[in-house]
């Protein structure tokens, strides 16, 4: 059995920092990209960024780069999501997901999901 489960989120006031963590099990987690979505009220579930299978490719939206960081170490099956100078519109709920390719940034190119994390951001 499948399971991806993240943690780390939080409250934090605008300009703060967090980091969230998804740990993998029931799968071959080096074998998979990996990527981080997020999703708030009312809005589709939205790509922030991958990461190669041996961490040798990253990938972010727009609104994640320069800001974020994602990484992961495969020893621990564990992927991580750094993020810095956070906005209140960074304000989602934020899943982890093992995906078939690392260019991937549409949901429907994922094939296991946590079930996400809150992050709020404070203005």
């Known amino acids: 059995q499948v399971q991806l489960v993240e943690s780390g989120g939080g409250l934090v006031p605008a300009g703060g920092s967090l980091r969230l963590s998804c740990v993998a099990s029931g799968l071959m987690f080096s074998a998979y990209p990996m990527g981080w979505f997020r999703q708030s009220p009312g809005n589709e579930r939205e790509f922030v960024a991958s990461i190669a299978r041996g961490a040798t490719s990253t990938y972010y939206s727009d609104s994640a780069k320069g800001r974020f960081t994602i990484s992961r170490d495969n020893s621990r099956n564990t992927v991580y999501l750094e993020m810095n100078k956070l906005k209140p519109e960074d304000t989602a709920v934020y899943f982890c997901?093992?995906?078939?390719?690392?260019?991937?940034?549409?949901?429907?190119?994922?094939?296991?999901w946590g079930q996400g994390t809150q992050v709020t951001v404070s203005s």
């Open positions: 997901a093992a995906g078939r390719t690392v260019v991937a940034r549409i949901p429907e190119d994922y094939v296991y």
